[in-house]
């Protein structure tokens, strides 16, 4: 047995039930396979992706708080601090029903290469709860927020972990939590990004998971001959990287006709109203049904049905495993040209390995949506500095990262005879400067 295989078996053997996990790095290690057997009595002999798959420190820990009914709660929490051989711990906390330690983990993962592909000196690491915002009065989400950094802060910091938000956690959530977090410590600093503009977040940080998105998915359809203007978009999601991702799309020229929710789906022919969309998401917090309502050329239809769509480019904006190889199909069949992941392993292996197969150019989440940690690391220079940066000079910066990012897992794939395959690159890309500080940082 390989070495690549015997430590995936490992995996599934010590972390059962967590399946996300498990195909995270089933997916990470298959594309590396070229590399590590290349290097494989070195690295076996240091134990190298045992050590890089197994976390440096879990954490998980009850979170009790009081309803507005008087009714005491008590959910469960994590943090996984994956790997700082590049830099502190960096990547969002969740906040959804959903979230189980194996998501947790398999989110810290993935942000190791993420995080790497950025360029920027920040390491791997997720957090959440299975607490769920929606339906909370803010004093509810208040007492959540405060009583889960009140055991969070004993861990985190400036230099040493640097949670951000994610699914479930905005600017609300952020605040409440960097005020609790203040209160106990009695230090003002940069121990959370995506705060808001008066106290020391970064401009373009809201816009920055959506926009980068776009300009990674610029960058590559310009390299294989083809101009994103004009092209015909379909986004999942009506999240922060979706409203962002069809505001980018269509200042750059293309038209989008989808968005998605947890209960159904919008098309729109004539293109998504992004100020409508940012009203009934941001503002009302309603369901698309409002969207559908307000806009006569609009379609609402309950359930999946966005990669059902004609369309030129897919951006699945909204969580895990939601594009199928059926998805995959009808979008083959529809003659979609790329797929570039907003959200995290929103496309399954085995959609992934059809598109891949049928000439899709396909842009992986941890390569597409590295904007926003990116621009979350931009946020720590600023705090760092005590200064605070134009929105376009923070944009222009963003812009740089995704279209380096884009030519770094290029070249990569190129250089191991996969030309074409963005998904073994931005592996491999991220792996190599991972592998070499962890190396050269001896065995810890």
């Known amino acids: 047995m390989s070495y690549v295989d015997e430590v995936y078996q490992m995996v599934v053997e010590k972390n059962p039930a967590q399946?996300?996990?498990?195909?995270?790095?089933?997916?990470?290690?298959?594309?590396?396979?070229?590399?590590?057997?290349?290097?494989?009595?070195?690295?076996?002999?240091?134990?190298l992706l045992e050590r890089l798959v197994t976390p440096e420190r879990q954490l998980l820990f009850r979170v009790p708080w009081v309803d507005d009914k008087g009714q005491v709660q008590v959910n469960n929490a994590f943090r996984v601090q994956f790997n700082s051989a590049i830099g502190p711990y960096k990547g969002g906390l969740r906040l959804h029903p959903s979230v189980n330690l194996g998501i947790i983990k398999f989110l810290g993962f993935e942000q190791i290469f993420k995080n790497s592909l950025t360029g920027l000196p920040i390491g791997g690491g997720k957090g959440g709860s299975d607490f769920d915002p929606k339906g909370k009065s803010d004093r509810e989400v208040m007492a959540f927020c405060q009583s889960f950094m009140t055991e969070l802060n004993k861990y985190i910091g400036a230099d040493t972990d640097v949670p951000a938000?994610?699914?479930?956690?905005?600017?609300?959530?952020?605040?409440?939590?960097?005020?609790?977090?203040?209160?106990?410590?009695?230090v003002y600093e940069g121990v959370l990004t995506g705060k808001g503009l008066s106290y020391g977040g970064s401009l373009a940080r809201t816009e920055a998971t959506g926009y980068g998105l776009l300009y990674l998915t610029e960058e590559m359809l310009k390299c294989n001959g083809?101009?994103?203007?004009?092209?015909?978009?379909?986004?999942?999601?009506?999240?922060?990287?979706?409203?962002?991702?069809?505001?980018?799309?269509?200042?750059?020229g293309a038209k989008v006709v989808t968005v998605s929710d947890s209960t159904g789906w919008v098309y729109d022919p004539e293109g998504i109203d992004?100020?409508?969309?940012?009203?009934?998401?941001?503002?009302k917090r309603a369901r698309l049904t409002e969207y559908a309502a307000a806009r006569p050329s609009a379609q609402y239809h309950e359930g999946r049905g966005v990669w059902s769509i004609k369309c030129d480019v897919a951006l699945p904006c909204a969580t895990q495993n939601e594009l199928l190889i059926d998805d995959?199909?009808?979008?083959?069949?529809?003659?979609?040209?790329?797929?570039?992941?907003?959200?995290n392993m929103p496309t399954t292996i085995e959609a992934t390995e059809y598109l891949q197969a049928n000439g899709v150019l396909f842009a992986p989440g941890k390569a597409a949506n590295a904007g926003g940690v990116a621009t979350s690391a931009l946020e720590m220079s600023q705090n760092s500095e005590r200064l605070s940066w134009t929105f376009e000079e923070?944009?222009?910066?963003?812009?740089?990262?995704?279209?380096?990012?884009?030519?770094?897992?290029d070249d990569a794939a190129k250089k191991y005879g996969m030309e074409g395959n963005y998904v073994a690159g931005a592996n491999i890309a991220g792996f190599l400067k991972v592998a070499d500080a962890m190396n050269a940082q001896g065995i810890v």
Do not use: W
Request: proline share 1%; net charge neutral.
């Open 226 to 252: 083809h101009d994103i203007n004009g092209k015909t978009v379909v986004i999942s999601g009506s999240g922060n990287v979706a409203i962002y991702a069809a505001q980018k799309a269509q200042q750059l």
């Open 165 to 186: 938000g994610d699914i479930g956690t905005g600017a609300r959530e952020i605040g409440f939590m960097y005020g609790q977090y203040k209160r106990i410590k009695g």
């Open 19 to 47: 399946p996300e996990f498990h195909q995270a790095v089933k997916e990470v290690l298959e594309s590396l396979r070229v590399v590590i057997e290349a290097n494989e009595e070195a690295y076996k002999k240091d134990a």
């Open 394 to 409: 923070v944009d222009s910066k963003l812009k740089n990262i995704m279209v380096n990012i884009f030519h770094n897992l």
């Open 274 to 283: 992004v100020a409508l969309l940012k009203e009934v998401k941001e503002v």
């Open 328 to 343: 995959a199909k009808a979008l083959v069949a529809n003659g979609c040209i790329a797929v570039a992941e907003g959200a």
